[in-house]
């Protein structure tokens, strides 16, 4: 990241901080995780390597579990998640899968894996299950759906927001167009729905350089 944006993110409009974060971020690893979770030929390929590191869900994954099983689960799921649109119904998908794991995971449930798998096999369906995100909504422990119906409610707002954001420019409204990347635009719903996310993470402090995730460090066109 430059060092002069670097220094200045902090003071960034939270927004467009979210912004710099959902595309820097998806072009330099959350797009290659995805393509290779979607593109894994057996069960041993399903989480490819540097997922479980980016996404921080390694602890729920118990070593005396019944792994095999797992995996060939997820995999054997992977065809709905993979062609789910974004509603009630797919999204309680994430809700079975981790109560159904939960028995042979040394009876945690992996709710928040499980959710990062889907977003994985469908990005703009799926999104993230997040600690720091659910204590802002209130939800209850692994009620999937309710967290990600209240995400779908926190997404109208962002996209209503990004509508109205003036640009460094002057110019008003921000899309995944202004934010291009080696020649790469990100696709608009996804932008939105990783915004959101992001913004949402960001207003419960947590901190994308401390992390040393990749923002988006060129100037907004």
């Known amino acids: 990241m430059q060092q002069g944006l670097l220094q200045q993110f902090h003071q960034l409009p939270l927004l467009e901080r979210a912004a710099r974060c959902a595309v820097g971020c998806w072009f330099n690893i959350e797009q290659g995780l995805c393509n290779a979770v979607q593109g894994a030929e057996g069960p041993n390929q399903i989480f490819p390597t540097g997922w479980f590191k980016y996404w921080g869900v390694a602890r729920t994954f118990r070593r005396k579990g019944n792994r095999q099983e797992?995996?060939?689960?997820?995999?054997?799921?992977?065809?709905?998640?993979?062609?789910?649109?974004?509603?009630?119904?797919?999204?309680?998908?994430?809700q079975q899968l981790s109560a159904q794991i939960k028995p042979i995971n040394c009876d945690i449930r992996p709710t928040s894996l499980v959710s990062k798998f889907a977003f994985s096999c469908s990005p703009v369906t799926f999104t993230p299950y997040d600690r720091i995100v659910r204590g802002q909504f209130g939800t209850s422990p692994h009620d999937y759906l309710a967290y990600r119906n209240a995400f779908a409610q926190q997404q109208v707002n962002i996209e209503q927001q990004l509508g109205a954001?003036?640009?460094?420019?002057?110019?008003?409204?921000?899309?995944?167009?202004d934010l291009p990347l080696?020649?790469?635009?990100?696709?608009?719903?996804?932008?939105?729905?990783?915004?959101t996310d992001w913004y949402l993470l960001l207003q419960g402090r947590f901190d994308p350089i401390a992390a040393k995730n990749p923002v988006y460090d060129r100037p907004i066109i």
Not at 70 to 94: F, H, K, S
Not at 165 to 177: D, I, K, W, Y
Not at 182 to 195: A, D
């Open 182 to 195: 080696n020649g790469n635009v990100m696709n608009q719903q996804l932008f939105v729905v990783r915004t």
């Open 70 to 94: 797992i995996c060939q689960l997820l995999l054997d799921t992977r065809p709905q998640l993979m062609t789910a649109l974004p509603n009630t119904l797919r999204w309680g998908l994430v």
């Open 165 to 177: 954001f003036t640009r460094p420019g002057g110019q008003v409204g921000l899309a995944a167009q």
